[in-house]
């Protein structure tokens, strides 16, 4: 990813983790899909990375998702 890209999607993200009262309606987590969304990838991509442990993931029963907050570490551990 190019410093431009990474810049972009740190922005979307932290958008993503908005401040406590405007996020009340939204969910803890992501689907790998949307997670793939926000970075700019394939969802064929998004999981390969969860599978080789890239992108943070929780597995719940058998869905698989990525954690919002840990999802935004990752990007500006990055920067």
Not at 27 to 50: D, F, H, K, P, Q
Not at 60 to 70: D, E, M
């Amino acid at each position: 990813m190019t410093d431009q890209s990474i810049s972009f999607v740190t922005s979307q993200l932290r958008d993503c983790v908005a401040p406590k009262r405007d996020r009340e309606n939204e969910s803890l987590t992501l689907t790998v899909s949307e997670a793939a969304t926000l970075l700019g990838i394939s969802r064929a991509l998004a999981y390969e990375l969860v599978a080789r442990g890239e992108i943070p993931s929780l597995r719940l029963g058998r869905r698989v998702v990525v954690p919002r907050g840990a999802l935004v570490s990752m990007i500006e551990s990055v920067e």
